[in-house]
Each structure stands twice: as structure tokens, then as C-alpha cells.
């Protein structure tokens, strides 16, 4: 009797100089997670995140030679999950506010028929508010982004998400790195390739140490960028529909 295939899960962390909360994030992979595999992308970084990963038993490095942002080191992070035949990908933040334990919610939507599963921060779950200009940039892209995908979305600039085999083929070849674009309009670029994107509530924490990625000059300013990307994802050609592969099936 031939024994069943349990798909392979990667978890991908982009990373820009987290050497403070990093471990404390593999240590909860592991405890959590345990099933899976974990890849540091390393952003570029000045200070000792590669070294905090190379100390942490069972984590992969992968180290990219300049900042190129969360959209360059994911799409990295999904060429090295397709070239080594993983079925499911979750990428999740170095900075401790993504839960690990809520892991096992975003798969168990790629386990149910989603190929892009989005944890939630404003599904019903946790206190995470926002307020003034990103508020209401992040309204307008969930009902914009809501009717492109069929289905009531909340939270379309997570950074919390999952995605399967299929959404792996699409993004290793198609994932835009500028500002936003790893959000919204890698969302857009599902949507046209016919890909399902479901959401799942999950629980922000706060943020356990390092620095932010964003000024608050880039806050300020975000209602009009997000707008700016949300055109230019919506007027790009739209990308060929990805070819599934079999569960555990090499790459």
C-alpha cells in the first residue's frame, strides 16, 4: 500500500535587520510548527540577522545581497520553494507581530480549497486598529479589491498569507516588488490567473523589538500610493493561469 502524501509546507520570513526578535520568532516556528520548514530571506541586512539564523538549528538562510523589500525577498523566497518542490508556502514577519500559532489556520484555508489564503487582521479577531489616512486607503482597496476577487476581503495589505502550488507557480515567475505591490497587487495578479483568495481571521501583536520598515513620513503619505498602486496593478496585462502540480510532486 503506497503510504499518502502530506503536502510540504515552507515557511518564509523576510527579514530586514531583526537580529533582536528573530530567534524569538524560530523558537515559535518550532514549537508551533513543527511540520514545517523554515526560510530566512535575509533583505539585505547590516546588522546580525544572518548570524541570529545561522545559530538557530533547522532554519535555512537564504541571504540576498541588498535590500530589494518584502515583494524581492518573496519572490525569492517562492523560486527557492518551487525549486525544491514545497506545496505550501506561508510567508510570515521577522518583526513577532504575526502569531505563529496561527499557522495552522491559514493552511487549514489552502487545505480547503483556497489557493491564496490571507490572515486577517480586521476579521473579527484581536484590537489592531488603524486610523487617518491608512484606514481609509486599506477601505478602499479591501471594496476594490473585494469585487475583483468575489468575496468579502478585509485586510488586503497583510503581509500574513499562505499560498498553495498553484499560487507558487504563478508568484515564482510573476511577483512585483515595488512598494505595495507585494500586498495589493500580487492580489490583483491572482485574481486575473483565476486563482481562489480566501481570508481567516488571526490576532496582530505588537511589534516585539527592531525597527519599523516604514516612516512615518511613508504613513503619511500612504493613501495616495496606495491608490497609485492599486491603478497600476489594475491596468497591467494579465498573467497566463499557473499549471497545478501534484501534491508532492518535485518542482
Known amino acids: 500500500m503506497t503510504a499518502p502524501v502530506h503536502p510540504r509546507l515552507l515557511v518564509v520570513v523576510p527579514a530586514w535587520n531583526e537580529e533582536a526578535v528573530l530567534p524569538q520568532v524560530l523558537d515559535e516556528l518550532t514549537a508551533h510548527v513543527p511540520e514545517a520548514d523554515v526560510l530566512v530571506v535575509n533583505d539585505g541586512s547590516t546588522d546580525g540577522t544572518a548570524a541570529a539564523v545561522r545559530a538557530h538549528p533547522g532554519a535555512m538562510l537564504l541571504d540576498l545581497p541588498l535590500n530589494l523589500g518584502v515583494g524581492g525577498a518573496m519572490r525569492a523566497g517562492f523560486r527557492f520553494a518551487q525549486r525544491h518542490g514545497y506545496d505550501r ?5 521577522a518583526d513577532g507581530q504575526h502569531n505563529p500559532a496561527d499557522v495552522a489556520r491559514v493552511v487549514a484555508l489552502l487545505d480547503e480549497g483556497a489557493d491564496v489564503a490571507i490572515g486577517a487582521r ?29 468575496t468579502r476581503l478585509t485586510d488586503t495589505t497583510s503581509g500574513f498569507r499562505g499560498a ?11 511577483y512585483p516588488a515595488e512598494y505595495l505591490g507585494d500586498t495589493v497587487e500580487s492580489l490583483v495578479i491572482a485574481c486575473r490567473a483565476g486563482l481562489r483568495i480566501r481570508q481567516v481571521p488571526v490576532t496582530m501583536r505588537v511589534r516585539a523589538g527592531g525597527t519599523p520598515s516604514h516612516s512615518p513620513l511613508k504613513a503619511a503619505v500612504f493613501l495616495g500610493r496606495a ?25
Open 227 to 251: 491608490v497609485l498602486a492599486l491603478v497600476v496593478a489594475l491596468t497591467r496585462p494579465m498573467a497566463p493561469p499557473p499549471v497545478p502540480r501534484p501534491a508532492g510532486a518535485a518542482a
Open 164 to 174: 498553495n502550488s498553484r499560487a507558487i507557480a504563478l508568484f515564482a515567475r510573476d
Open 89 to 93: 508556502v506561508v510567508q510570515l514577519d
Open 122 to 150: 480586521f476579521a473579527g479577531e484581536g484590537d489592531y486598529r488603524v486610523r487617518g489616512p491608512r484606514r481609509w486607503a486599506m477601505g478602499l482597496l479591501s471594496a476594490v479589491l473585494s469585487r475583483t476577487a468575489a
